[in-house]
């Protein structure tokens, strides 16, 4: 039996281990403070997309229900509130049900979060990292809108619902199911845009639907957009980025939606993060943050094709 060995070859773990070198080298050049922040929490991420993975009680002394971090976010904006300034962290986050070659429900996670930077300033802050650590030449930059429109011939700002539906129809059979317009375009993203998208490539505001927890802005056309941005390399999506919401009541108006959304998919509910709240209540500096998935990073350096070659060992090998 040869079941207890690592998934990872140990030379591509000493390419990552390089790899995490190099970027904790990247901040410290930029005075960038690297943070640590807690893996358990009392509440999580109330994304209808994301699913939390539930500790049990841990006796008298936390006599509550805990959640591994689906990611540092909220931890590292009450660090920022404080006054920490420029902070990133290198760290394991948590999602249940996610496997596939580029997911496993454990994995590392680079995040940063830059005072004073717009979604522009950050945009170009992680090129210049993703450059170095992948040895690639400027990567191009086109808008949300830009990319459906030269794919699929249509704004996605500005679609209705039925022609939505009806564009999907040709490429993706969705059954008697009744998605809805953010469903749709992100399969649509998934299945026609990405595939045929450059090899390195930000796409940046996104429709309203899919702020999360960016801010809403109107772009140069006067439309409202989500200042968040995706970059792809390769087909994969490397990091997510926003330029973060800072408006307390806006924060709590969202999480709500997300509860009640959660409601009717029948998703298991989370408590709002009230020290989240608090913590914006006092003050979040206006700032640009952003996620970077370590593992996928070791892929693109490496060139391999399954997140298994790049992590010691995967959860279904521990």
Same mark, same amino acid.
């Given at each position: 039996?040869?079941?207890?060995?690592?998934?990872?070859?140990?030379?591509?773990?000493?390419?990552?281990?390089?790899?995490?070198?190099?970027?904790?080298?990247?901040?410290?050049?930029?005075?960038?403070?690297?943070?640590?922040?807690?893996?358990?929490a009392?509440?999580?991420?109330?994304?209808?997309?994301?699913?939390?993975?539930?500790?049990?009680?841990m006796?008298?002394?936390?006599?509550?229900?805990?959640?591994?971090?689906?990611?540092?976010?909220?931890?590292?904006?009450?660090?920022?509130?404080?006054?920490?300034?420029?902070?990133?962290?290198?760290?394991?986050?948590?999602?249940?049900?996610?496997?596939?070659?580029?997911?496993?429900?454990?994995?590392?996670?680079?995040?940063?979060?830059?005072?004073?930077?717009?979604?522009?300033d950050?945009?170009?802050?992680?090129?210049?990292?993703?450059?170095?650590?992948?040895?690639?030449?400027?990567?191009?930059?086109?808008?949300?809108?830009?990319?459906?429109?030269?794919?699929?011939?249509?704004?996605p700002?500005?679609?209705?619902?039925?022609?939505?539906?009806?564009?999907?129809?040709?490429?993706i059979?969705?059954?008697?199911?009744?998605?809805?317009?953010?469903?749709?375009?992100?399969?649509?993203?998934? &299945?026609?845009?990405?595939?045929? +998208? #450059?090899?390195n490539i930000? $796409?940046?505001?996104?429709?309203?639907?899919? !702020?999360? /927890? %960016?801010?809403?802005?109107?772009?140069?056309?006067?439309?409202?957009?989500?200042k968040?941005?995706?970059?792809?390399?390769?087909?994969?999506?490397?990091?997510?980025?926003?330029?973060?919401?800072?408006?307390?009541?806006?924060?709590k108006?969202?999480?709500?939606?997300?509860?009640?959304?959660?409601?009717?998919?029948?998703?298991?509910?989370y408590?709002?993060?009230?020290?989240?709240? &608090?913590?914006?209540?006092?003050? +979040? #500096?206006?700032?640009?943050? $952003?996620?970077?998935?370590?593992?996928?990073? !070791?892929? /693109? %350096?490496?060139?391999?094709?399954?997140?298994?070659?790049?992590?010691?060992?995967?959860?279904?090998?521990?």
């Open positions: 039996m040869d079941d207890w060995k690592p998934t990872a070859q140990l030379e591509n773990l000493k390419i990552r281990a390089e790899l995490l070198i190099k970027i904790r080298q990247f901040f410290f050049e930029r005075n960038v403070l690297e943070v640590e922040t807690p893996l358990l009392r509440t999580t991420a109330t994304d209808v997309h994301i699913q939390s993975l539930e500790v049990p009680r006796g008298p002394a936390l006599d509550a229900i805990f959640y591994l971090q689906t990611s540092p976010e909220f931890a590292m904006k009450r660090m920022l509130a404080a006054g920490s300034g420029a902070i990133y962290q290198i760290c394991k986050a948590f999602r249940q049900g996610e496997v596939s070659r580029t997911h496993n429900p454990e994995f590392t996670m680079l995040e940063w979060y830059q005072p004073g930077y717009s979604q522009g950050l945009i170009n802050e992680v090129e210049s990292l993703v450059s170095s650590l992948l040895e690639i030449q400027a990567i191009p930059k086109l808008s949300y809108r830009e990319v459906f429109q030269q794919q699929l011939d249509f704004d700002h500005n679609i209705t619902l039925k022609r939505l539906n009806s564009c999907a129809a040709e490429y059979d969705v059954g008697t199911q009744k998605l809805s317009q953010t469903d749709l375009l992100q399969l649509l993203m998934d &299945a026609v845009v990405v595939p045929q +998208l #450059p090899k930000f $796409v940046y505001d996104f429709p309203v639907d899919q !702020c999360a /927890l %960016a801010t809403i802005e109107k772009d140069s056309d006067g439309q409202e957009v989500a968040r941005f995706e970059l792809f390399c390769s087909g994969i999506e490397l990091a997510n980025g926003y330029y973060e919401l800072i408006d307390s009541s806006e924060q108006s969202r999480f709500v939606v997300d509860r009640s959304k959660r409601q009717e998919l029948d998703l298991q509910e408590a709002l993060d009230s020290k989240l709240i &608090a913590a914006l209540d006092y003050g +979040l #500096p206006n700032c640009a943050g $952003v996620a970077l998935g370590i593992d996928r990073l !070791c892929m /693109l %350096a490496i060139g391999c094709t399954e997140i298994s070659e790049v992590i010691s060992f995967t959860t279904d090998k521990t």
